[in-house]
DNA sequence: ACAGGCATGTAAATAGTTACATGATTCG
DNA sequence: CGAATCATGTAACTATTTACATGCCTGT
């Protein structure tokens, strides 16, 4: 019983309570999207297949006259998540197209090379906001018994503080350098 | 002309001098291989749609009676580079597994949770170690002129500094929360 | 002679995104 | 009534990894 990765986001998100796949696709969304996304076309296929491998349980919950189906886990699927959760992580990557592009800044003019950190920073400045934002409903969960979540979250918000901070950094040593308009 | 990501850092590795394929993936496992990893599966057709693209021209460079082809950038391709150098990077992303686990261990008992961030910390520290050892020639080719290697390479030494500390932080607050063993 | 590194490539599988199609319901 | 949201799904495409195949060269 070999399972992806994204099976067990599944498996986790159903843990709780039972939901529905638009509900899953909802709460990676906002929780696990910064280490780990999902789409439709990974959560549909996914829940059939584990579905038909025991692991969840799918049951009629139309709203109103809506059809929908939610997932419930099995006992089977709970021993599948734990099993998983007891392994040591194996999957560490980062895609980073700002680190590429000031890998290879050296091809360019000196001072093109700040912009690329200034960039770096502005997106990280945003995503800390934007974690900032989701931070309050973290908090009411956590105080419901869960303290997971949130301490994930915060350690969302604390890595793009460092990396804004760095990208910061970073550009005034490049501007101390050589600084924006070199008198000729 | 829409040249994927992996497009890129093969203008970027050839764009010094030129490199034959495996050179390249050499190349970019010990350097760019931490926020942006190529396969041979993807180098050597990408290198063969550059050629056919004028991005890059390849030329026969046998080492002693052993076929090999180095491929030079083109202007065109120096071009391409630099234009994408110039447009501000779009794709951040984060796969880590090690906090998802995280995410989800409210549903284990809670004194396994600690030993995830353990298991997490374990390999930052582990890539500390690895990216210091490649340091003294980042250093070294950084003195030779270009100083932007170097520079995310110590991006990620700090990183997962960082990240060893969070995880190490967090693992205290745990344990400070649940001691390892309840006394009955 | 053999191991290990140099060198090039392909096939198959796996992963994942994007776009599309469909249709119901709810709210303003 | 129209827009947004709820809801499910598939097809096509893009990306990427892994494993395999092949063979030469160098150093021990």
Redesign the interface.
């Known amino acids: 019983m070999d399972l992806n990765?994204t099976a067990?986001?599944i498996l986790?998100m159903v843990?709780r309570e039972p939901r529905s796949g638009y509900e899953i696709k909802a709460l990676v969304d906002d929780?696990?999207r910064?280490?780990?996304?999902a789409s439709y076309g990974q959560i549909y296929p996914e829940l059939k297949r584990l579905a038909e491998a025991g692991l969840v349980e799918g049951a009629d919950a139309p709203t109103g006259g809506r059809k929908r189906t939610v997932y419930a886990i099995t006992t089977a699927g709970?021993q599948a998540?734990?099993d998983?959760?007891?392994q040591?992580?194996?999957?560490?990557?980062?895609?980073?197209?700002?680190?590429?592009?000031?890998?290879?800044?050296?091809?360019?003019p000196r001072e093109?090379?700040a912009p690329?950190l200034a960039?770096?920073r502005e997106?990280r400045q945003r995503t800390v906001e934007r974690l900032r934002a989701i931070e309050p409903k973290a908090v009411a969960k956590a105080d419901g018994?869960?303290?997971?979540?949130l301490?994930?979250l915060r350690?969302g918000i604390?890595?793009n503080e460092?990396?804004a901070e760095?990208c910061e950094r970073?550009e005034s040593q490049l501007l101390a350098q050589s600084p924006k308009k070199r008198s000729s």
Do not use: Q
């Not at 040591?88 to 360019?108: D, H, I, N, Q």
């Open positions: 990765p067990y986001v986790g843990s929780s696990t910064f280490f780990w996304a709970e998540l734990k998983w959760l007891r040591p992580p194996s999957t560490y990557e980062m895609r980073e197209e700002g680190l590429l592009k000031l890998f290879f800044a050296g091809v360019l093109e090379a690329i960039s770096m997106h018994g869960d303290p997971f979540p301490m994930v350690s604390e890595f460092w990396f760095w970073m």
